[in-house]
């Protein structure tokens, strides 16, 4: 039990790692997703396009916005943006390149598979392919042209079952599929691969700025939690013993050694156990949310 109690402890003060994590998930639940679709082009002229590009691309808009609200530090960055005072820009700038990078990983990877794949692809433009690259087509009218290029994708179908255009078609329309897809993965890697060695060797000085910043987060977060926890239980204490003050002296005893009155405060604690009053601790709340102190410790 303790052993898992150290994991948990970890990840939560480690806010890199559980958005790496949760960013790896959704990109798992992208690929299970799309291989467990049922995908169903409608095969009708006026309907084919929309279908195949809603599937391509409404997803990825749903994965991204998961990603955003599954982020705990999306909160964090919307703070610091609607904050009027306090000269932290960088933090604000850091945190949107962060989260929005690791929003974007499952929309790309749903994107990439359905490419690599092909069947919307083949859906969505098959009937804007050229007919005169195919024979099977070369005597027939236009409107019937665009009403068997748009069954294309449905191979069931009565009209198209053993058509060889049919075929030439889909595969025509795969390869130009499957190929934006591989380009779109090398340009992908070679720019993270660009980005992960080659940037420290010009700009050293910008990567400690980004571990810097990404242990602040991480820090201020987690002081700001512990100052909180610390000042609710004293704060639930008096409310409590207010309460039952006819059980005082009981109390003092058994549970709770209670400060004298009078006593001098001293220190940060008694500062915090100075604010016993509902409006006072909403009041240091706002006050905290609008004017954090500026980066400048000089």
């Known amino acids: 039990m303790d052993r898992f109690r150290m994991i948990f402890q970890y990840f939560q003060s480690n806010s890199e790692s559980v958005m790496n994590g949760i960013c790896g998930l959704l990109a798992l639940a992208s690929v299970k997703m799309y291989t467990s679709f049922d995908f169903s082009c409608p095969c009708l002229p006026q309907y084919n396009m929309a279908y195949g590009l809603g599937i391509m691309f409404v997803p990825p808009v749903i994965l991204f916005l998961c990603g955003l609200i599954l982020n705990r530090q999306s909160l964090v960055m919307l703070e610091e943006w609607r904050r009027p005072a306090g000269h932290r820009v960088k933090i604000f700038w850091y945190m949107c390149s962060s989260i929005m990078q690791r929003a974007m990983v499952a929309p790309v990877i749903w994107i990439i598979v359905t490419l690599l794949d092909g069947k919307c692809l083949i859906c969505a433009f098959s009937g804007s392919v050229d007919p005169e690259k195919f024979v099977g087509f070369a005597n027939v009218s236009t409107v019937q042209v665009q009403q068997l290029l748009a069954k294309v994708p449905c191979k069931d179908d009565e009209l198209m079952k053993n058509n060889m255009s049919r075929k030439a078609v889909s595969r025509y329309l795969r390869c130009w599929s499957q190929a934006l897809g591989w380009s779109i993965l090398l340009i992908l890697i070679t720019a993270a691969f660009l980005a ?31 100052t909180c926890c610390e000042h609710s239980r004293f704060f639930a204490h008096k409310c409590i013993l207010h309460f039952f003050e006819s059980m005082q002296q009981e109390i003092k005893l058994h549970s709770f050694s209670l400060p004298r009155e009078g006593e001098e405060a001293e220190g940060e604690e008694d500062l915090l156990r100075g604010i016993t009053d509902q409006d006072q601790v909403n009041k240091l709340l706002k006050t905290w949310y609008y004017e954090k102190p500026p980066l400048d410790v000089s």
């Open 196 to 226: 992960r060695w080659l940037r420290p060797c010009f700009n050293q000085a910008t990567l400690l700025q980004v571990r810097h910043w990404s242990n602040y987060i991480d820090i201020e977060q987690k002081i700001f939690e512990e």
